[in-house]
T-cell receptor
Framework: GAGVSQTPSNKVTEKGKYVELRCDPI?????LYWYRQSLGQGPEFLIY????????DSGLPNDRFFAVRPEGSVSTLKIQRTERGDSAVYLC????????????FGQGTRLTVV | AQSVTQLDSQVPVFEEAPVELRCNYS??????LFWYVQYPNQGLQLLLK??????LVKGINGFEAEFNKSQTSFHLRKPSVHISDTAEYFC??????????FGQGTTLQVKP
């Protein structure tokens, strides 16, 4: 597709379970970002990939959160032992490079932990 | 550290009236500034960006913003709003590290 694709669009999981959220960036974009948006808040940075490597993971809240981008394209955000406080919309964005070019956002995955 | 403050959480306005959404930022280094719009149940879409050069930036849908370095502001304006402009608007900064720092958002409510 032409845009950033995120799957699933909605995910409901039980507290304590493991979840994976997928992001398909725009073809050829080397930079990929994950953000988390809680209700009524602006998006908060989680992690940034340049190619296959995590260039900045300073926004990951704790070691239950992990993300990979093994081939420099698709990325997966993994959350272990989910907690109710993890409920939010998880946004993925990609851009041609890291600097000042526009970041294109996907529609997000709404995660609800019950 | 960088931060962004959007001074109004909600802005109600009548259709065809002008609107200004306020944004102030804090940074010890040069920044790039952005405004994004989020329509209900949709992803973020870039309205406009300031990288360098002219401090008055024009974007899509008739929006414009002015970068004021002395006041560390980047307010968004539109001379005449439409019902379809009803959405959440986010101001953001990027210091060339790649990541965006967003404000809390301003809900623009356009009334008929």
């Amino acid at each position: 597709g032409a845009g950033v694709s995120q799957t699933p669009s909605n995910k409901v999981t039980e507290k304590g379970k493991y979840v994976e959220l997928r992001c398909d960036p725009i073809s050829g974009h080397t930079a990929l970002y994950w953000y988390r948006q809680s209700l009524g808040q602006g998006p908060e940075f989680l992690i940034y990939f340049q190619g296959t490597g995590a260039a900045d993971d300073s926004g990951l809240p704790n070691d239950r959160f992990f993300a990979v981008r093994p081939e420099g394209s698709v990325s997966t955000l993994k959350i272990q032992r989910t907690e109710r406080g993890d409920s939010a919309v998880y946004l993925c964005a990609s851009s041609p490079d890291r600097a000042n070019t526009e970041a294109f956002f996907g529609q997000g995955t709404r995660l609800t932990v019950v | 550290a960088q931060s962004v403050t959007q001074l109004d959480s909600q802005v109600p306005v009548f259709e065809e009236a002008p609107v200004e959404l306020r944004c102030n930022y804090s940074s010890s280094v040069s920044v790039y500034l952005f405004w994004y719009v989020q329509y209900p149940n949709q992803g973020l879409q870039l309205l406009l960006k300031y990288l360098s050069g002219s401090t008055l930036v024009k974007g899509i849908n008739g929006f414009e913003a002015e970068f004021n370095k002395s006041q560390t502001s980047f307010h968004l304006r539109k001379p005449s709003v439409h019902i379809s402009d009803t959405a959440e608007y986010f101001c953001a900064v990027n210091s060339n590290t790649g990541k965006l720092i967003f404000g809390q958002g301003t809900t623009l409510q356009v009334k008929p």
